[in-house]
T-cell receptor, first 111, second 114 residues
Framework: QKEVEQNSGPLSVPEGAIASLNCTYS??????FFWYRQYSGKSPELIMS????GDKEDGRFTAQLNKASQYVSLLIRDSQPSDSATYLC???????????FGAGTILRVKS | EAGVVQSPRYKIIEKKQPVAFWCNPI?????LYWYLQNLGQGPELLIR????????DSQLPKDRFSAERLKGVDSTLKIQPAELGDSAVYLC????????????FGEGSRLTVL
């Protein structure tokens, strides 16, 4: 079982819709969670971090964490073509400082 | 403020040749990481430095890979000899504090081994 699992996609949504990206993790003691955005040919860029159960909103982005279900998601409201990228979920275990990435979900926003 | 700087951006070599990648982290960032990213995969940690000390190199293939971070600033990752399977993007990242997941990545060095 992979430590961090994501649907590879591609997830296609029309412009203006809500894009929902999901991630599950296997390490029950993971304490912090991150979403990175990676445009084609570019390096990952941190867009959201979440540390406690519930929702965290930042502009059009909302991260949701459910530690009991070992599930973290990213919602992108009013999706724009410029949101088209690969979204990487990453977890940071409580013990050890190794950030573990999922394989990423490709998002395509169609105008 | 300058970001993480890596060079070269692209490198094409024949198998069995050596190659080296250089990274300059964000000023003041004591933690430096080298990640490997294959196409369609997420980054995988090769080595993490806290200042000059390599504190996690468990995923570094030590028979052919080596890294150093002299003076706790710039770092170099070397592969000798390179194999076909080493073709990938080598990402350098830095962070201001140890144990954070908030990393700043450089543009990466894309290696092609022929």
């Amino acid at each position: 079982q992979k430590e961090v699992e994501q649907n590879s996609g591609p997830l296609s949504v029309p412009e203006g819709a809500i894009a929902s990206l999901n991630c599950t993790y296997s390490d029950r003691v993971s304490q912090s969670f991150f979403w990175y955005r990676q445009y084609s040919g570019k390096s990952p860029e941190l867009i959201m971090s979440i540390y406690s159960n519930g929702d965290k909103e930042d502009g059009r982005f909302t991260a949701q964490l459910n530690k009991a279900s070992q599930y973290v998601s990213l919602l992108i409201r009013d999706s724009q073509p410029s949101d088209s990228a690969t979204y990487l979920c990453a977890t940071h275990p409580k013990y050890g400082n190794k950030l573990v990435f999922g394989a990423g979900t490709i998002l395509r926003v169609k105008s | 403020e300058a970001g993480v700087v890596q060079s070269p951006r692209y490198k094409i070599i024949e198998k069995k040749q050596p190659v080296a990648f250089w990274c300059n982290p964000i000023s003041g960032h004591n933690t430096l990481y080298w990640y490997l990213q294959n196409l369609g995969q997420g980054p995988e940690l090769l080595i993490r430095y806290e200042n000059e000390e390599a504190v996690d190199d468990s995923q570094l293939p030590k028979d052919r890979f080596s890294a150093e971070r002299l003076k706790g600033v710039d770092s170099t990752l070397k592969i000798q000899p390179a194999e076909l399977g080493d073709s990938a993007v080598y990402l350098c990242a830095s962070s201001s504090t140890a144990g954070t997941g908030e990393l700043f990545f450089g543009e990466g060095s894309r290696l092609t081994v022929l």
